[in-house]
């Protein structure tokens, strides 16, 4: 099955600077790859997917790349603001079965 | 448009005991994911169902059971439950067709039942 690694466990940023997420995949047949935000005691939100056929894609201040022959993507946030502290979960898909990473412990410090 | 729904939001329960946790789905979805998260670790999938049949499973056991109803809203069973069950559950609704190419859609997320086993 599929298996997604996650790095770094936890980040701390100061407002303002950007913050990276980096994730593996195992299975080259995966070809869909979203990041969730989860805030403590509330569900996974999807804020951004990319699929196979596209290198990178941004949404204001969201940015995610993906290296398929690498078998990794990453996701980059700017300008980091307080309410982006979060855990982020990336993910990875073939089949509508997701394979989370480990997660990330986002703190923005003001 | 409603999004998805769990019910209960909390729960607890001995070793030994059953519990069925229950999903609805977001309006026009026909496919229900279900997951468990388990403290400070990431969702895993426990399996799906796609018009009221199981459409693949992760690496659960059988006494995880699961049922689909014609209104696409889920229900998720576990037998004889074990410490290691206590975990958050969600579900996650999607609209899909299950054949191949599988093309994902997004996976909306229910708000979770904590279950803790005692």
């Known amino acids: 099955g599929e298996n997604v690694e996650q790095h770094p466990s936890t980040l701390s940023v100061q407002e303002g600077d950007s913050a990276v997420i980096k994730c593996t995949y195992s299975?080259?047949?995966?070809?869909?790859f979203p990041w969730y935000k989860q805030e403590l005691g509330k569900r996974p939100q999807l804020i951004i997917d990319i699929r196979s056929n596209v290198g990178e894609k941004k949404d204001q201040r969201i940015a995610v790349t993906l290296n398929k022959t690498a078998k990794h993507f990453s996701l980059h946030i700017t300008e980091t603001q307080p309410e982006d502290s979060a855990v982020y979960f990336c993910?990875?898909?073939?089949?509508?079965?997701?394979?989370f990473g480990a997660g990330t412990t986002v703190t923005v410090r003001a | 448009e409603t999004g998805v729904t769990q019910s209960p939001t909390h729960l607890i329960k001995t070793r030994g005991q059953q519990v069925t946790l229950r999903c609805s789905s977001q309006?026009?979805?026909?496919?229900v994911s279900w997951y468990q998260q388990a403290l400070g670790q990431g969702p895993q999938f426990i399996f799906q169902?796609?018009?009221?049949?199981?459409?693949g499973r992760g690496n659960f056991p059988p006494r995880f059971s699961g049922l689909q109803f014609p209104n696409y809203s889920s229900e998720l069973n576990v037998n004889a439950l074990e410490l290691d069950d206590s975990a958050l559950y969600l579900c996650a609704s999607s609209w899909g067709l299950a054949i191949k190419p599988y093309i994902d859609n997004e996976q909306f997320f229910g708000p979770g039942t904590r279950l803790t086993v005692l």
């Open positions: 309006s026009g979805h026909n496919t």
């Open positions: 993910a990875a898909s073939g089949d509508n079965k997701l394979s």
């Open positions: 299975d080259s047949a995966s070809n869909y």
């Open positions: 169902y796609y018009r009221e049949e199981e459409n």
